[in-house]
């Protein structure tokens, strides 16, 4: 099971979160499953996300902000959106939607 967080307007994409789960939705992936096969599976448009953390790194960010601020990154480069990353069963997935692009976490 997959845990994922939706930041902003993006939680529109979650309809059914109760209102004591929060941002949270729960997803079981399937074997070799990547990041960008669950965007397209959940419907989530991949240019409506500002920044992706996985598993409490950046993945991929539309600023190099995150460079700047230190946050631990997967990639060197944080504007590489090649979502094509094999996701595990055990992986936390942070959603933040362009109107979010200004929260520093």
Do not use: C, H
């Not at 599976?41 to 539309?62: D, Q």
């Not at 995150?66 to 631990?72: M, N, P, Q, S």
Request: charged fraction near 20%; charge should be positive.
């Amino acid at each position: 099971m997959v845990e994922i967080r939706l930041y902003g307007k993006l939680r529109r994409y979650a309809p059914d979160i109760q209102a004591n789960q929060g941002n949270v939705i729960r997803v079981s992936t399937a074997p070799d499953e990547t990041l960008q096969m669950l965007l397209d599976r959940l419907l989530i448009p991949v240019n409506e996300i500002y920044s992706i953390f996985l598993n409490s790194k950046l993945l991929a960010a539309r600023t190099g902000m995150a460079t700047w601020i230190g946050y631990r990154q997967i990639r060197a480069d944080p504007f590489d959106w090649n979502l094509n990353v094999t996701l595990t069963s055990k992986d936390r997935i942070g959603l933040f939607g362009r109107d979010m692009a200004a929260l520093v976490i």
